[in-house]
């Protein structure tokens, strides 16, 4: 009896085993199509996407480890998509130094950390993790993520403003056998890339054939961008009409992906097109939402047409105030933006310095190694190896002394690219300060006296506005050529801003320094427009100031100097305005 008593309960804990173990199977394939099911939707169906994560979310203690790093992975999507790009990073580098997650998890992750930093302008730290994702491509065997990695790659150089780059791993992913989803994000960057690298000229079949891929793949947020820079190609074009329809008929479909970058400069490019159609409240309404948009991205192009819209809208309406404010604000944003592209392009010749630095120290430990081998025949063969040792020897040193040759010159080409602006070749605001403030203190130190001029270019915004940015340039360019030949051996000479240029005269009194700037004030209305084909007068407006009535102090006498050029311009442009104490307070 007690036997059998035994035997049945041996039954019972068997069965219970069994029934534990296609529970915990059955659970985890659940799991496994709900992760699988949101992985689909992630970018497609936002809302669906959200609500799976949620129901996975109360499950996370039948996760394997395996599950819960691509669990982890979807939750950092989510919070990349959603804005929160801070939570997203802290996710994304802990699933990438997880041992536990997979290689191919940690690769996906490196891949996203790669997209967020190319939206967060963060270039160094991008172009850091795409060097990564390449080391790591290797072991990636699954084709539908080495595609991923041609996409994100195509992404990132389009945010760095290498154009080029992302249209060549853009084009080559189109050509392969790929998914209709990287079909559509691939036709996505081609648009982006092809509008940035063009003028006017762009065949519109490449939005038509964007949109069909796109809406193929029933990709939102992909054809929200398309869309975009359809609209822009139209703006560029002076076809408002046709932009407003455009963006218009989109609307629905790009508030729908709730994307903080795009909802920034499609409402941009919105208040852009009401503005020049007259509408002006829709303008000012659609311009305030672009800032609210673009207030977590950093410096970006929507703030700065959202900025310049409201500011000419105050202007027009006469309010002063308010038109200063966000004058201030475009200035502010221009400058910003227009620094983070020349960021950006340091970044990317610093990351190919780096590369370089990289393959030649490999090369140079190639070379070691060899030697190393060489002295080991040597020891075997005295006569013969010890003279391929000699030569071989001479060839590393003279490898090397080439590897040192080109570290020096890169690194003066870089030295120029961070003291000089890369327009006009002038000293740029940083380097003008620094080399300023020595020619103050030497001045101070002998008791000599010094002058500040500023000077700005009358009506550049409508030379550029009418005529196009590439003759602002021009004339820019020439500014700075004509003026160069004038400058006395001690003084300081820069481009400080947009068409905004200042001189440090040392041992110059303001009477003199006035007499000079009357100089480039004669020069400047001598320019020839006659190379750009169109006709217009190039004339800048002077401030000067100087020790006697502004101190010694830099940021003083470039303030003073811009007070009188501010009354140069007040009182008909063309002129010098010296700084007076009491004319000017």
């Known amino acids: 009896m007690g036997k059998g008593n035994m035997f049945k309960n041996y039954l019972k804990l068997v069965a219970l085993t069994f029934a534990l173990s296609c529970s915990f199977s059955l659970n985890a394939n659940y799991i496994d199509n709900l992760l699988d099911k949101a992985e689909s939707l992630r970018s497609s169906d936002p809302t669906t996407f959200q609500e799976i994560l949620e129901e996975i979310s109360n499950k996370t203690a039948d996760l394997t480890p395996n599950q819960l790093s691509h669990y982890k992975y979807l939750q950092a999507y989510m919070k990349s998509f959603q804005g929160d790009f801070k939570e997203a990073v802290k996710l994304y580098t802990q699933i990438s130094s997880d041992n536990s997650s997979t290689p191919l998890i940690k690769f996906r992750a490196n891949m996203s950390l790669v997209n967020i930093y190319a939206i967060s302008n963060e270039w160094n730290e991008g172009l850091k993790h795409l060097l990564l994702s390449q080391q790591m491509l290797p072991q990636i065997k699954e084709k539908q993520y ?31 056998e790929t998914s209709t989803r990287n079909r559509c994000l691939a036709n996505s960057l081609i648009t982006e890339a ?11 079949d490449i939005f038509t054939d964007a949109i069909a891929a796109c809406e193929e793949a029933a990709e939102p947020v992909a054809l929200s961008s398309i869309y975009s820079y359809q609209a822009a190609y139209e703006i560029k074009n ?21 994307y903080p970058p795009y909802l920034a400069y499609f409402y941009s490019l919105l208040s852009q097109t009401h503005f020049a159609l007259g509408n002006k409240e829709a303008a000012e309404s659609f311009a305030l939402q672009t800032l609210s948009y673009a207030e977590t991205l950093g410096s970006s192009e929507p703030k700065v047409i959202a900025n310049q819209v409201l500011y000419s809208l105050a202007e027009q309406r006469g309010d002063t105030e308010a038109a200063l404010k966000y004058f201030k604000q475009y200035a502010e944003a221009d400058k910003a933006y227009l620094d983070d592209i020349k960021t950006k392009h340091l970044a990317f010749q610093l990351a190919q310095h780096r590369a370089a630095e990289q393959r030649s120290h490999i090369e140079y430990l190639s070379q070691q190694n060899n030697l190393l081998l060489l002295k080991q025949k040597y020891d075997k063969v005295q006569a013969e190896n010890n003279r391929l040792f000699i030569a071989l020897l001479i060839l590393a040193i003279s490898l090397l002394s080439i590897f040192a040759y080109r570290s020096k010159t890169t690194q003066a080409k870089l030295r120029h690219l961070a003291q000089n602006d890369g327009l006009t070749g002038l000293f740029n605001r940083r380097h003008f300060t620094q080399e300023a403030n020595r020619a103050i203190a030497k001045c101070l130190k002998y008791s000599q006296s ?5 000077f700005d270019l009358d009506k550049f915004k409508s030379i550029n506005d009418t005529y196009g940015h590439k003759t602002g340039d021009w004339v820019l360019k020439q500014v700075a050529q004509h003026c160069k030949p004038m400058v006395r051996k001690q003084d300081i000479f820069a481009r400080i801003g947009g068409e905004e240029f200042c001189l440090f005269l040392p041992n110059c009194t303001k009477e003199d320094a006035a007499a000079i700037a009357e100089e480039y004030r004669e020069k400047l209305t001598q320019i020839s427009t006659q190379e750009t084909s169109f006709s217009f007068n190039i004339s800048g407006s002077f401030g000067v100031s100087d020790f006697s009535s502004s101190g010694s102090s830099l940021d003083k006498l470039i303030a003073d100097a811009d007070a009188a050029m501010y009354q140069a311009k007040t009182s008909g442009r063309n002129k010098v305005c010296q700084f007076n104490t009491d004319a000017n307070s």
């Open 146 to 176: 080495q595609d991923i990695h041609s996409v994100i790659t195509g992404v990132f150089y389009n945010q760095l403003g290498q154009y080029e780059l992302a249209l060549d791993y853009s084009t080559k992913l189109i050509q392969s």
């Open 194 to 204: 092809s509008f940035k690298l063009s003028k006017t000229n762009l065949s519109k």
């Open 238 to 258: 002076n076809q408002y009409a046709a932009a407003k329809q455009i963006l218009e008929k989109a609307q629905p479909l790009i508030e729908s992906t709730k």
């Open 450 to 454: 010094g002058s500040c001029i500023l």
